[in-house]
């Protein structure tokens, strides 16, 4: 196995003909229970979130568990469903009396904005100014929330030696 920080033409290319020897007409038999089946659907989706998890092989995988999702009926085929929809994912946001819960807000806050400027330019092929304008929308205010939280929040705690 060799260090993937070298990954090269030469490595691509390798990567590439292994691939090419995969049939797509040979099933591969495979034998799961129930649970270890609703457990792998769900890292799929975990995947399938990811802003650069795009192109063919995340719509063959997505269509090669179709029969599995298919399986599923009832309160369990609702649930499997449900995490193909952003819609339906649950924030679990901590106790209010912890010290740090509106920082873990703030910062919620702003990570959700810095997302949403990766997802804008994981969908362009090429830099171009109204991409770049839109996403200086967004992450402009972020940075500001950010600074608030450093200059505002997190500077209130901080003793230094000598201060008392």
Same mark, same amino acid.
């Given at each position: 196995?060799?260090?993937?920080?070298?990954? +090269?033409?030469?490595?691509?290319?390798?990567?590439?003909?292994?691939?090419?020897?995969?049939?797509?007409?040979?099933?591969?038999p495979i034998?799961?229970?129930?649970?270890?089946?609703f457990?792998i659907?769900?890292?799929?989706?975990?995947?399938?979130? /990811?802003?650069?998890?795009?192109?063919?092989s995340?719509d063959?995988?997505?269509?090669?568990?179709?029969?599995?999702?298919?399986?599923?009926?009832?309160?369990?085929?609702e649930?499997?469903?449900?995490?193909? /929809?952003?819609?339906f994912?649950?924030?679990?946001?901590?106790?209010?009396?912890?010290?740090y819960?509106?920082?873990?807000?703030?910062? /919620?806050?702003?990570?959700?904005k810095?997302?949403?400027?990766?997802k804008?330019?994981?969908?362009?092929?090429?830099? +171009?100014?109204?991409?770049?304008k839109?996403?200086?929308?967004?992450?402009?205010?972020?940075?500001?929330?950010?600074?608030?939280?450093?200059?505002?929040?997190?500077?209130?705690?901080?003793v230094?030696?000598?201060?008392?």
């Amino acid at each position: 196995m060799t260090d993937n920080s070298s990954f +090269n033409e030469e490595e691509f290319n390798w990567y590439k003909a292994a691939i090419s020897q995969l049939s797509n007409l040979n099933n591969i038999p495979i034998n799961i229970s129930e649970q270890a089946a609703f457990f792998i659907i769900a890292q799929l989706q975990l995947a399938f979130r /990811h802003p650069n998890n795009n192109g063919e092989s995340r719509d063959v995988v997505r269509e090669s568990i179709q029969p599995i999702v298919d399986y599923f009926t009832g309160d369990v085929r609702e649930i499997i469903e449900r995490g193909f /929809h952003p819609e339906f994912d649950v924030d679990i946001a901590p106790d209010p009396a912890w010290d740090y819960y509106e920082i873990w807000q703030a910062l /919620h806050n702003i990570k959700n904005k810095i997302e949403s400027g990766i997802k804008l330019i994981a969908a362009e092929e090429m830099a +171009n100014d109204s991409t770049d304008k839109k996403l200086k929308g967004i992450l402009e205010p972020a940075l500001e929330q950010l600074e608030a939280v450093i200059e505002n929040d997190l500077t209130t705690y901080f003793v230094e030696e000598g201060d008392y």
